[in-house]
């Protein structure tokens, strides 16, 4: 249900306590005071079935009591009674209810179902139960057992642990910090982190969300509001229980290294979310957050009265990424004005013990309008020469004015005033100036504020569009799967698998089945010839790890050497695992590439998420090596070769020495095929690919494993994938019965340039009617919003032009957070409209949507756009004037009546 009715709760005008008690130290009485204390304006109402006054309040036998309909009540009372309070409050038509309450169990049976079923019964929105509650200082409501009231500001706190919210408005009280939104979501019956991230991303008092998750319900559902909330603002989380470990051992290599946590950490990755480790770093990027200027790179300038402490914040901020700025000759010249040679002359930049607050302002000023820089840390270690309190004055007036010349374009300062008092951090606040405990902890948050930048290009980076994956046959590929679980096998052949990657255009090193000691030696033969020694391995579906089951033979040169393998082996495997079943030998070459690096690619199941690549360095020793990084399909180019960037043996795949480089693009296009077979076929389990040997021939599979199972399903529309794959099914050619051909297809990120072509040869009327006002320039940030899509809640369909590749026409929706509704939008290039392109693309939206489930589909339409408002009435459009702006017509269409 998402932000149904959110605003009710983070932002009520009436509320009613059902639980408040007389008993000081209880949960109720505590809630009770925060509401009180808080100075909350509005309709206040207390339910106690025992008491008729709580706290000198008049209190209510019963929500049926009362004289008003409270847009959400606060429940205190005990587990057995909250079903009951529950459905008494959709009985009185309120909103949301905030549950405190712990102990309603979990389950088919439990507390918690039948509270959720007397919620949904009435479309009342859950937070809780056993939350912390919800604070929201705009209005100021404290429905929580919080020790303070927060002050209000713009950060947003989402957290599944009440103690989390604790620490931070115990923290924010203490650095002037504020809040617009603490929620506590405690179970998430109802309300969970997504629903949140969608209420705070769209919410403009909101400028930095910050999360603590411990377990994620909905993964879809999840990463498409985490992406959402991404593209418009921070978003930094903290996930708790990283050292936990998969309770089913895996059964490949690939398995064994993507670790639930590691792929958390891909999931956030591909969202754009910051990922902090502990409540330290949190705090750290809090305090940048909690300033609107964000750093726009990675080039620091340290100004500090102490060099020791301004070389320990260098050497901190190289180590995690940053760059030491260089100073131009127009701030050195400054700066010589003021102190002449009493400084250091580079940075650090080190005015001297005894400087004071005209020295530290004069300097700063300099500093901020170097260009060579990106922001600024200030530090201060207290003498008995100057007033850290003046020092700290002169810094915020110097920031002030700074910031009011340059709103744009203004820097991010941050400090750290060595044991200085509350008063100075107090000035240094005032001025948006965060003062970190120690320089550590400046450099931190500066470099999450770089992090948080690097995040957003990757973001909004296009895709190269030249690396497809061609045409599978999917039909052989479908058959050996569908033989194989048929069977009751879980694990490929080499044969079947070796047809399976030729499928995929994925090289593999020859492969031959023996079920006889001579078929052996005559498939040996055959490689004997071309200049290869063979390996023979055991062929056993009950035997996965053929080196560890005595099951490989490697440097084989002549028959007889086949021979004597071929009956020893057998004897040997039989030894280990007597009651296995053997099928036969595989025979193939030993490749000799000395120049190689050998590579592990592979697929994993993850619970929550579903498939995970996993590329490495690979070999007999990788869980050791532990060379790896994770990332969730669908992949592109882009994004796989992001993949192998994040790995130490990346580095080896460039040339050095004499060893050439490796084929540019094969190893990424690889992961990209993987990626596809993902998204192809969800009875593959785990894949693992190892060694996979790379070099500037490209690349081959000399081993592989391939697990399957029945399709499992995670998400809708799609059974496996946590985020959805592009649409194929969805592209067709088209014929106008004005002659005019197309491709009609999804939009993809590759279309960028295709897209911004289509703007810029649009006429400025026509463009008015589409974005309903003036539109001259059309950013990178602005075509990627366009052509980035989550076809989870969103969708565009191109016509492309054949042989040029134009766009010359796109109709997009875009679903509400609950995927019930969507909002419609079409442009068609101003040389071809009268053609029946509008007609035939908003068709085509039209029949998406119906096929997604939606069930209405609706737009603002300018008046004066006569076309499209008559061609919205032929379609079934519902045609209403806009009561707040008579320009605007309102269009609705009823998808489940058309």
């Known amino acids: 249900m998402s932000t149904y009715r959110l605003d ?9 306590v059902v639980g408040g008690s007389r008993r000081t130290t209880s949960l109720g009485a505590a809630v009770l005071r925060n509401i009180r204390d808080a100075g909350f304006p509005g309709l206040m109402a207390i339910v106690n079935p025992v008491h008729s006054e709580v706290d000198g309040h008049p209190a209510f036998t019963s929500l049926d009591k009362l004289p008003f309909v409270p847009d959400i009540i606060v429940v205190t009372a005990p ?30 049976g439990s507390l918690s179902a039948a509270t959720l079923a007397a919620a949904h019964a009435g479309g009342l929105r859950l937070i809780g139960p056993n939350c912390f509650g919800v604070i929201a200082p705009g209005c100021r409501l404290n429905a929580s057992f919080a020790a303070h009231m927060p002050r209000q500001g713009g950060l947003a ?19 002037h910090h504020g809040f617009s939104g603490l929620v506590s979501i405690g179970d998430q019956l109802d309300v969970d982190v997504a629903d949140c991230l969608d209420y705070f991303a769209a919410d403009p008092a909101t400028h930095a969300i910050l999360l603590y998750v411990e377990a994620i319900p909905d993964a879809r559902k999840f990463l498409s509001a985490a992406r959402a909330a991404a593209r418009v603002k921070p978003v930094v989380v903290v996930k708790a229980g990283r050292m936990a470990q998969g309770a089913k051992a895996a059964a490949t290599h690939t398995g064994a290294l993507a670790g639930a946590d590691a792929v958390y950490d891909a999931a956030f990755r591909r969202t754009g979310l910051l990922r902090v480790f502990n409540l330290r770093e949190l705090f750290d990027c809090a305090a940048i957050l909690s300033i609107k200027t964000q750093p726009q790179g990675r080039r ?26 260089n100073l131009s000759a127009t701030s050195r010249a400054r700066i010589n004005e003021v102190l002449g040679d009493r400084w250091s002359g580079a940075n650090p930049v080190d005015i001297g013990g005894d400087a004071h607050g005209a020295h530290y302002g004069a300097v700063l000023a300099a500093l901020l309008d170097d260009p060579e820089n990106d922001a600024v840390v200030v530090l201060n270690v207290q003498t008995a020469i100057a007033d850290p309190a003046a020092i700290a004055q002169a810094v915020a007036d110097t920031v002030g004015a700074h910031r009011e010349g340059k709103a744009r374009s203004a820097k991010p300062v941050l400090a750290t005033f060595v044991g200085a008092g509350p008063g100075v951090s107090a000035i240094l606040e005032s001025a948006s100036v965060p003062n970190l405990p120690t320089e550590d902890d400046a450099i931190r948050a500066f470099m999450y ?8 290009q990757a973001l909004m980076t296009p895709p190269p569009g030249t690396a497809e994956v061609a045409q599978t046959d999917r039909q052989v590929v479908q058959g050996i799967l569908d033989t194989a679980l048929r069977e009751g096998r879980i694990w490929l052949d080499p044969l079947e698998l070796a047809s399976v990657f030729d499928a995929y255009a994925i090289p593999m090193v020859s492969t031959r089945k023996a079920v006889s000691v001579e078929q052996a030696v005559s498939h040996a033969e055959e490689f004997f010839q071309q200049g290869h020694c063979v390996a023979m391995k055991i062929l056993s579906p009950d035997i996965v790890h053929k080196s560890d089951a005595g099951g490989v033979v490697l440097r084989l040169r002549d028959a007889d050497a086949v021979r004597s393998a071929y009956s020893a082996m057998i004897e040997r495997v039989k030894t280990k695992h007597p009651d296995c079943r053997i099928s036969g030998m595989i025979i193939q070459p030993m490749i000799s590439r000395p120049a190689a690096r050998e590579l592990l690619l592979g697929l994993a199941d993850d619970p929550t998420f579903g498939p995970v690549i996993v590329f490495g360095e690979g070999g007999t020793a990788v869980e050791i090596i532990n060379d790896k990084a994770l990332a969730l399909p669908p992949l592109d180019m882009t994004l796989a070769d992001d993949l192998v960037r994040r790995t130490r043996i990346s580095r080896r795949l460039a040339g050095y020495r004499d060893i050439s480089a490796v084929k540019p693009g094969t190893v990424q296009f690889t992961l990209v095929k993987l990626s596809q077979m993902a998204v192809d076929f969800p009875e593959i389990s785990e894949l693992d690919i190892n060694p996979l040997l790379a070099d500037e021939q490209g690349v081959l599979a000399l081993d592989a494993r391939l697990r399957i199972s029945p399709p499992k399903k995670l998400f809708a529309g799609h059974t496996r994938l946590a985020i959805r794959p592009y649409p194929t099914a969805w592209q067709r050619d088209v014929v106008l019965e004005s002659g005019l051909r197309f491709r009609m297809r999804p939009v993809k990120p590759e279309d960028e340039g295709a897209i911004h072509h289509l703007l810029t040869h649009t006429d400025a009327a026509d463009l008015h009617s589409r974005f309903l006002g003036a539109i001259k320039e059309f950013p990178h940030a602005f075509v990627a919003r366009l052509t980035q899509l989550d076809y989870a809640r969103a969708m565009a369909f191109a016509a492309v032009e054949p042989g040029s590749g134009e766009i010359l026409g796109v109709a997009r929706l875009h679903a509400d957070s609950q995927y019930r509704k969507a909002e419609y939008a079409v442009l068609v290039r101003s040389d071809t409209k009268g053609q029946g392109l ?19 589909l609706h737009g603002d339409v300018l008046q004066s756009n006569i076309s499209m408002l008559q061609m919205c009435r032929a379609l079934g459009f519902l045609i209403a004037n806009d009561p707040e702006d008579p320009a605007i017509s309102l269009v609705t269409l009823d998808l489940q009546a058309s």
């Open 8 to 16: 009710k709760l983070f932002a009520p005008s009436s509320l009613a």
């Open 79 to 108: 587990a057995s009674a909250v079903p009951n309070i529950i459905a008494e409050a959709v009985g009185k038509g309120v909103a949301g209810a905030v549950i405190l309450s712990a102990g309603l169990g979990h389950g088919e």
């Open 157 to 175: 706190l989402i957290s599944q642990s009440g103690a989390i919210i604790a620490a931070m408005v115990d923290w924010a009280a203490e650095r």
């Open 300 to 325: 620091l300038a340290v100004l500090t009265n102490g060099g020791g402490l301004g070389i320990l914040a260098i050497d901190q901020l190289v180590e995690l990424g940053g760059l030491s700025a």
């Open 449 to 456: 504020g770089v992090y948080h930048c690097v995040a957003m």
């Open 838 to 856: 509008g007609w035939a693309l908003m068709s085509e939206l039209i029949r998406y949507a119906k096929a997604e489930g939606l069930i209405e």
